[in-house]
């Protein structure tokens, strides 16, 4: 081990890029014997991080061309590359650097080296072998294994950049807005009904990556939603508190899953899925980001779980976007902004399952499933507000009223038993 800059900062293992340009992987900085390693660009001359600029993203871009292969402790997974020119900052979100390379591809430094296994590997993976086209088309990605872990930790990935997109945190509120400003509700049909295409596509390219669904697993998801919302009562204060605690029985009861969907099937699925996920520019959708639910302890992220998990993610963040509008827009009238979210979701659900029918895949959806797991995800958010961002609290507040007094229908799946 070689201390580089600190005392508190030890090089664990190092894969050359270029001449010059590193990438290393060091021990947690704070010292903490028990910390998860760092990736870190490195510019040897200079005994620095490589920021934008200094070509590390380019290198590692041309470093895929050379083919999957192992160096070391590194695994390099290599689906495309080529000698691209020049980099540019694309931002920093919490756990994140990505860096823009030659316009063409976008390389993403983990910040921290989670234990493995990771769920983005597999499921690209997977998805690059099903030809899947809803996803930005992944370059490649680098992992390391230490000599102390059971598997490997991902430290980068690379992915084709989508010129012009935009989050859909801002897509779709701009499009309930567009919906409640016109008094129809069209451009909301339009977007729910691609998302639906979306997902749809990329659950049937996931098909065959699970297995079926056990009693033990069963059990986890109930106990675990009644884990949320156990967590969410303890961190919650005030209104929020007051509002939950009153309602607590009654999500109790209705986050329980029969037991009948012991044997259903199960797939490494998205796992974090909201509108936030999926960028659009014109007429493109595409998922993004196989990184799993950052709440979810990274050794549980790889567990293969029902389809209705993440179409429970898309369908309830849709609602949150309307409450963001609703919030920042008080002067639109909510029963408007109410039906635009509502046929907006509708669209999703709608074409979901039918598009997934289409694709012969329909087995993979489970409707039981779809409200327990919005529930679930309400109480997360909970907690989310009351931990990290407090301002949030009007949207899990609004949510769970809607949710209990007014259950979500749609009527494509009123077939379905158990609904």
């Not at 490195?42 to 934008?52: D, L, S, T, Y």
């Not at 959708?285 to 799993?292: E, I, K, L, R, S």
């Not at 694709?359 to 499933?369: I, N, Q, R, S, Y």
Request: some cysteine; charged content about 20%; hydrophobic content about 45%.
């Amino acid at each position: 081990m070689t201390a580089v800059g600190s005392p508190h900062v030890v090089v664990l293992d190092r894969l050359p890029l270029v001449a010059g340009l590193d990438l290393l992987v060091v021990a947690d900085p704070d010292g903490d014997p028990h910390g998860d390693p760092r990736p870190v660009p490195w510019v040897a001359a200079e005994g620095r991080r490589a920021e934008p600029g200094d070509h590390a993203a380019v290198a590692l871009v041309a470093l895929l061309a050379e083919g999957s292969r192992q160096v070391g402790r590194f695994r390099v997974t290599s689906w495309q590359g080529a000698a691209l020119v020049g980099e540019r900052s694309f931002g920093v979100d919490q756990t994140n650097e990505s860096v823009v390379v030659g316009e063409r591809a976008v390389v993403k430094w983990m910040r921290v080296a989670e234990p493995g296994p990771h769920p983005a590997p597999p499921m690209l993976a997977a998805l690059t072998a099903r030809g899947f086209a809803g996803t930005p088309r992944p370059w490649g990605l680098i992992e390391w294994q230490g000599p102390d872990d059971a598997a490997p930790r991902l430290l980068a990935t690379v992915d084709t950049l989508l010129k012009d997109a935009v989050d859909g945190w801002t897509w779709a509120v701009d499009d309930v807005r567009a919906a409640v400003d016109s008094g129809s509700t069209a451009v909301v049909e339009e977007s729910g009904a691609r998302l639906g295409a979306l997902v749809a596509d990329l659950h049937a390219a996931l098909a065959g990556t699970g297995r079926a669904a056990t009693a033990a697993d069963v059990a986890a998801w109930g106990a675990d939603a009644t884990a949320d919302l156990t967590q969410a009562l303890a961190v919650t204060s005030g209104p929020a508190h007051d509002l939950l605690a009153a309602r607590a029985e009654e999500v109790r009861r209705r986050l329980a899953v029969p037991d009948r969907l012991v044997g259903s099937p199960l797939i490494l699925a998205h796992g974090d899925l909201h509108v936030g996920q999926v960028l659009r520019a014109g007429d493109t959708y595409v998922v993004t980001d196989f990184d799993g639910n950052p709440v979810v302890p990274a050794g549980q992220r790889t567990t293969p779980q029902p389809a209705a998990l993440d179409v429970a993610g898309m369908a309830q963040s849709i609602t949150h976007a309307a409450y963001v509008l609703r919030k920042h827009e008080p002067d639109r009238p909510v029963a408007d902004v109410r039906a635009a979210s509502d046929a907006f979701v509708s669209a999703f659900l709608t074409t979901y399952a039918e598009r997934l029918d289409g694709l012969g895949a329909a087995e993979l959806l489970e409707p039981a499933l779809i409200e327990p797991f919005r529930l679930r995800q309400v109480c997360r958010e909970f907690t989310y507000a009351a931990t990290h961002l407090p301002r949030w609290s009007y949207v899990p507040e609004a949510a769970i009223v809607d949710l209990l007094d007014e259950p979500p229908h749609d009527p494509a799946l009123d077939h379905t038993e158990n609904r």
